[in-house]
Nanobody, 123 residues
């Protein structure tokens, strides 16, 4: 069992930055790949970024690469999502998930989720 808690969201102006955190319980976090997703109001949960267990391999949604950076610190059981140059269309609840079974871009393949952190970007 893995318990995840996201934090770091908030209300920011367009052009600003945020660093989201995903803190995991349990000793096995360092062995799991994990991903960040976001869900805007009325929309489905969408893939943002993925990182392998070691942190050496990262993947981003095509439209987001360049402004988003995923990273992790296994010693602290924490993963991060740095978002720069925020835009109003980035407004969403951001979720982290761990242990994808197959296609890591599909949220249905994740075993564990946090409750999310709200990011709101004003224009």
């Amino acid at each position: 069992q893995v318990h995840l808690v996201e934090s770091g969201g908030g209300l920011v102006q367009a052009g600003g930055s945020l660093r989201l955190s995903c803190e995991a319980s349990g000793r096995t976090f360092s062995t799991y790949a994990m991903g960040w997703f976001r869900q805007a109001s009325g929309k489905e949960r969408a893939f943002v970024a993925h990182i392998d267990w070691s942190g050496s391999s990262t993947t981003y949604a095509d439209s987001l690469e360049g402004r988003f950076t995923i990273s992790r610190d296994n010693a602290k059981n924490t993963a991060f999502l740095q978002i720069n140059n925020l835009k109003p269309e980035d407004t969403a609840v951001y979720y982290c998930g761990v242990r994808p079974r197959a296609n890591y871009r599909d949220p249905r393949n994740y075993d564990y989720w946090g409750r999310g952190t709200q990011v709101t970007v004003s224009s």
